[in-house]
């Protein structure tokens, strides 16, 4: 018998750094002994799921001794209904992460390089990992801006995707329209990724989820999910729109029953869920605003953000913030995971959860002084 010692796993895979997710609220609370933990780590939707997916589920429960519709056709008929698209344009997965996977195994070839914005998703440079290939990063302009040149320079004969996060996760920042338009128009043969997973916070005049260049048949994916707005993330949806071309060749690397019935019950009920969606932007802006303004008070430099997060610099004592915010039973994410050791990133909660983490910030920056 060969001692499982000596399989070697593939060598990209040294590469890999494993995804490091917000600390769940059970764990610190054990960990820590705290009545009250706030998690304010994963840009979870703070009002709960969607009503009219939660009620769409429990109607379901009873079909589940049968395989759910490979094709989600029920689901990417709504999704393509929404976004204005023929469902052909339209795929569904395990949440976006798995739609990142899936499009790396189709178009990635070892040695490809990919573009990545930097600081940015981390998923982006696992599934170039898992396929070989390199990841090339472009850093953000002053105040985390997109930079175009800096992006188009960055391009070589290897290179197959571009990845833009817009918003931008953890900076909050997003690219202007004019500005994409320039990206896509100088580009032949790469394939534009833009991950709208937060478009829906996304209130600028200026914005685009990219959805325009699928119609006028550019090589666009546009990548969105529910588990931001929709808040069913823990049933694991998401989906991509692409031209027909595209989408045929993700699906060929798809398992067949990759979104579960119940996922797919649930996000075909929050897909129109208009008031969820409506009161969950509400909240989300008036929240955002609500730490823009502690923030200030605090005198503590912030980024203006797009999505459902705010990054905010605390310092030099930055990690040790962290960890007393989490003493304290706030769950954020520190910035060490992108290189930003100074900063933290705090979701939006809701207005109270906001006031708990503001209370608590400073108290520590208060007993810092
Ligand atoms: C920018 C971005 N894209 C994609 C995802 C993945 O979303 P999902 O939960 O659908 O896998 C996230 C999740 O945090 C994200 O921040």
């Given at each position: 018998?060969?001692?499982?010692h000596?399989?070697k ?9 494993p995804y490091?997710?917000?600390k ?8 820590l ?13 703070p ?9 769409a589920?429990?109607n379901?429960?009873?079909?589940l ?43 990635l070839?070892?040695?490809d ?8 998703f981390s998923?982006?440079d ?11 990063p ?10 175009v040149?800096?992006?188009l ?27 994409l ?9 790469v ?36 588990s ?13 729109i ?9 699906l060929?690397v798809?398992?067949p029953?990759n979104?579960n019935?119940l ?15 409506q ?5 989300n ?9 502690a923030?200030?008070?605090l ?5 203006e953000?797009m ?5 905010v610099?605390?310092?030099?004592d930055?990690e ?17 995971i992108?290189?930003?050791p100074?900063y ?10 906001n ?7 400073k108290g ?6």
């Open positions: 018998m060969t001692s499982s000596t399989i796993a593939r060598k990209t895979l040294d590469k890999i750094q490091s997710p917000g769940p609220i059970w764990e610190v609370q054990k960990e002994g705290l009545d009250r933990v706030i998690k304010l780590a994963s840009n979870e939707n009002l709960g799921p969607s009503p009219k997916a939660v009620a589920i429990q379901g429960l009873a079909e001794n049968r395989y759910p519709d490979a094709d989600a056709s029920a689901l990417k008929k709504a999704i393509a209904n929404k976004f204005q698209v023929t469902p052909q344009q339209v795929i569904t997965t395990n949440g976006a992460d798995e739609l990142i996977t899936l499009i790396s195994e189709a178009f070839e070892a040695g390089e990919v573009i990545v914005p930097s600081p940015s998923e982006y696992f599934g170039a990992h898992i396929m070989g290939a390199t990841v090339v472009v850093k953000f302009k002053e105040g985390f801006e997109y930079d040149d800096a992006l320079a960055a391009v070589t004969e290897k290179t197959k995707i571009i990845y833009i996060c817009t918003p931008n996760n953890p900076t909050g920042t997003y690219i202007p329209k004019s500005d338009d320039t990206l896509v128009e100088a580009i032949d043969n394939l534009v990724v833009i991950d709208a997973a937060y478009d829906h916070f996304a209130d600028a005049a200026d914005y685009t989820n990219g959805v325009e260049y699928i119609n006028a048949g550019q090589s666009v994916v546009t990548l969105e999910t529910f931001k707005i929709y808040g069913i993330a823990g049933v694991r949806v998401g989906f991509g692409a031209p027909e071309s595209i989408i045929q060749s993700i060929k798809k398992e029953f979104v019935t996922a797919q019950i649930a996000a075909t009920a929050a897909i129109e869920d208009t008031e969820h969606v009161t969950s932007q509400e909240t802006k008036a929240g955002r605003e609500q730490l823009y303004k923030f200030k008070d005198g503590l430099t912030y980024v953000s999505a459902n997060f705010v990054l610099q605390l310092g030099e930055g040790e913030l962290y960890k007393q915010l989490m003493a304290n039973g706030v769950i954020v994410r520190h910035g060490k992108w290189d930003l100074d933290i990133r705090v979701s939006v909660g809701t207005t109270e959860e006031q708990f983490f503001i209370d608590v910030l520590l920056l208060v007993k810092q002084a």
